[in-house]
């Protein structure tokens, strides 16, 4: 007998396998396998059931697959992990489990006092999100303070932790000071949770710009953090890494009263070797995302230097370059602001923005040339300004095999002049300190004439 679909009884469905399939949780969802082998359907199906009838395939067993094809990566790409501080996740985050972050401390049963892998003792919170929560420790042997990654004890959560292990082994190799890249000293097994074992930093480049009247950092600042991040680019792209998830809550200032600031890359959660990248991987964050992600092409690590150009438009300016509430709101921004993307993509790109997005921006320029107006009134130098945005342009590069390389960045005038000016300044006090030891002269020239011919 067919079923009547028309029927106005009630669905036989049990509540049961109802609320395992919509659960909330995706990591808690019952997979398309677990269904299958559900009690509803093994009592007996009826032998003309789509699901059972075999007669069209000759009797060949059919082979379902539990994992779809376009998810290679999925455990290292929908969980996004946080920075040291602050859990920053947008309203399209890869795991929807980050709505109960709140609740991730009382589940992993962890409080002050508690000690991790045996002689960690925990001194605080730094951080939470869906992997689990980031911990300030004391190492009792040692006295040395940390900060522990504490995963939560969830497969597709552990998975991504061993992930990260893997490229953070690759890191090894390289000076974490050198390179600015945050410190990983180990990892280990505390019950059943995988902890990551990190050098303590400051605070997060989010919380170092956070200012009340949002006017931006001076370029006395902008220039070495630019410089320090492209650098680290430059040695995560000699081993082939793509970081994927670039944005001020993942960039960790060493000591905010530290001059010349230093910064470190940090959450390699959802880092990935470029090799291994295919179509349609969902990584990063809204807002930082390069198109070709959003729109499901194939990427590599051109993406970070995307997701750096729009954390330097937001250090120079104080606000987020393309914010928005979903990748669709940003696709539209990048169009009004900089055009229709390279003829290979275009399409794609008009399929993805036919979308009634709501304008969320501070600022709104209609080419990237405006910024270099608003910058010549914030900074009143317009020589620095013209330069800064020509590298902006180049860093944001729609195509990205026209995008701006890590070694390019960092021979670009915007550096190249800064460092010959203070080779300058630093002959011209030389040579005024060798003059007035020679001369004998009982005092140093007043410091406005120091600075008038260093000018």
């Known amino acids: 007998n067919q079923a009547n679909f028309t029927s106005t009884h009630k669905c036989p469905v049990p509540p049961g396998l109802i609320k395992e399939m919509l659960a909330l ?45 376009s998810c290679k990566r999925e455990e290292s790409q929908k969980i996004s992990c946080s920075s040291q501080y602050s859990e920053e996740f947008s309203q399209q985050e890869y795991v929807n489990a980050s709505a109960n ?27 939470e999100g869906g992997f689990g929560i980031v911990t300030k420790c004391c190492n009792t042997k040692t006295n040395k303070v940390v900060a522990i990654k504490v995963n939560k004890n969830n497969p597709k959560i552990l998975q991504q932790a061993k992930m990260e292990i893997l490229i953070l082994e690759q890191l090894r190799g ?101 090799s291994t990248v295919i179509p349609g991987d969902c990584v990063g964050t809204v807002g930082y995302k390069a198109p070709e992600v959003m729109i499901g092409s194939l990427f590599n690590e051109a993406i970070d230097m995307w997701s750096l150009g729009l954390v330097a438009v937001e250090l120079a300016t104080g606000y987020p370059f393309y914010p928005g509430r979903n990748d669709y709101d940003v696709l539209k921004f ?66 990205p095999n026209q995008r701006i390389t890590p070694s390019e960045v960092l021979h ?10 203070l080779i300058k300044k630093f002959y011209i006090v030389s040579f005024l300190s060798y003059c007035i030891h020679k001369l004998g002269c009982p005092q140093r020239p007043a410091i406005y004439q120091t600075q008038k011919i260093m000018r």
């Not at 991730?104 to 951080?127: N, Q, W």
Request: charged share 20%; aromatic share 8%.
């Open 174 to 274: 390289l000076d974490a000071d050198r390179c600015n890249i945050v410190q990983w000293n180990d990892f280990f097994i505390d019950g059943d949770r995988i902890c990551l074992n990190f050098e303590l930093l400051d605070q997060s480049l989010w919380d170092y710009i956070e200012d009340p009247e949002n006017q931006g950092l001076p370029i006395s600042e902008i220039r070495p953090i630019l410089h320090q991040l492209t650098n680290a680019l430059s040695h995560l792209g000699s081993l082939g890494i793509v970081h994927a998830d670039l944005k001020p809550g993942n960039i960790m200032v060493v000591d905010r009263y530290e001059c010349p600031i230093k910064v470190k890359l940090i959450d390699f959660g959802i880092a990935c070797p470029a």
């Open 412 to 421: 670009h005038p915007f550096f190249i002049n800064a460092t010959m000016v």
């Open 25 to 69: 949780d995706p990591n808690q969802r019952i997979t398309p396998s677990e269904v299958l082998h559900h009690p509803f359907f093994n009592p007996g199906l009826s032998k003309s059931s789509p699901c059972t009838d075999m007669s069209s395939t000759g009797g060949q067993n059919l082979v379902v697959s539990q994992q779809p094809s």
């Open 334 to 399: 990048i169009i009004q602001t900089q055009g229709q993307p390279p003829d290979h993509t275009e399409r794609q790109f008009q399929d993805e923005t036919d979308y009634q997005s709501n304008d969320t921006r501070s600022i709104k320029l209609k080419c990237l040339d405006d910024l270099g107006l608003m910058l010549s009134i914030m900074w009143g130098r317009e020589k620095i300004q013209t330069v800064f945005v020509s590298l902006i342009k180049e860093m944001l590069a729609l195509d």
């Open 101 to 127: 972050t709140s609740s991730s401390i009382d589940d992993l049963e962890i409080s002050k006092g508690t000690l991790l892998g045996g002689h960690y003792e925990v001194e605080g919170f730094l951080g």
